[in-house]
């Protein structure tokens, strides 16, 4: 019974393939994402391609629907994997910016033959390039809290990379008078990072944020790190005991799991207990 069930969809979607076909050109990506959902393979390419089998339908040279784009997708592969290639990580995500033209081309062709419950083109693209750079690097999935997310711009031929920011905890020691707790923002951006301060918000580092900062840049090869401050001292007090609390949010670092000393001595002041958190706690002080 299930099985003359099964004939019975693939006798469907052929009949549909032809109609289709009849007014598109389509590759095989394109076609078999429309009927995927009816079947047991999770493969768009190879199912398209097995339909066209099927009715002696040959590949054209270029896709009406897509433009070949799918044909292009281990060529973004390959760049994701460079952009990445100075990154810790283990998780990933891709988000894609198509051009308009190819959306709404899907959309009047899924409406048009009221192919119902089928993926959008935006949406099969990152699979596939989720697929392949899994494949490629071992990395995972996560469509949360990825380490890395990929944006594709297919209308440019761009990748940008972007990176979930690490969260730190510390506490410091000031040994020396005369050193402010927070450094002056660049005159330029404002604190936001440009090209005349590195992107690091400061250009100057002569105060206790300034140290810690230029620590965390070399440490985690980070751009920018934003501190909250529990407490402060003016710029003659110093810091003694079991030192001042701090937490910093690392902007866009390069590498994340990394080993940290129990105690860094910068000179003027003396980090210790610094270590990695998941998040910037709104209670209590660890």
């Known amino acids: 019974m299930q099985k003359n069930t099964i004939l019975a969809d693939y006798d469907k979607i052929i009949h549909e393939s032809k109609i289709i ?15 995927v959902k009816n079947t047991n393979t999770s493969s768009s390419k190879r199912l398209g391609n097995k339909i066209k089998k099927s009715i002696n339908s040959r590949t054209p040279i270029k896709c009406s629907l897509c433009k070949n784009l799918f044909s292009s997708l281990d060529f973004y592969a ?8 100075d990154y810790m990580f283990s998780t990933f995500s891709v988000g894609a910016i198509l051009k308009q033209s190819i959306i709404e081309r899907d959309d009047k062709m899924r409406s048009k033959f009221n192919l119902r419950g089928v993926d959008s083109i935006k949406t099969e693209i990152t699979k596939e390039l989720r697929n392949k750079f899994t494949r490629k690097t071992k990395a995972k999935i996560d469509h949360i809290t990825p380490d890395l997310t990929f944006i594709i711009n297919f209308r440019t031929e761009q990748c940008h990379v972007k990176t979930k920011p690490l969260f730190l905890y510390g506490r410091y020691l000031k040994n020396k008078r005369g050193l402010p ?50 407490g402060g001292e003016d710029k003659t007090g110093l810091v003694r005991g079991n030192g001042r609390p701090f937490f910093a949010k690392l902007i866009s670092p390069k590498r994340r799991n990394i080993s940290l000393p129990k105690k860094s001595d910068l000179g003027e002041i003396i980090i210790h207990n610094l270590r990695i958190i998941d998040h910037i706690p709104s209670g209590s002080i660890p």
């Open 181 to 230: 707790q927070k450094q002056k923002p660049c005159q330029d951006c404002k604190g936001k990072g440009c090209i005349f301060c590195n992107n690091h918000g400061i250009v100057s580092f002569n105060s206790i944020e300034g140290k810690i900062s230029q620590f965390l840049y070399k440490k985690f090869e980070t751009n920018q790190v934003n501190f909250t401050w529990i």
């Open 78 to 85: 390959k760049i994701m994997q460079n952009v990445s290639s």
């Open 21 to 35: 076909l009849k007014e598109y050109d389509l590759c095989d990506y394109c076609l078999g994402r429309f009927f």
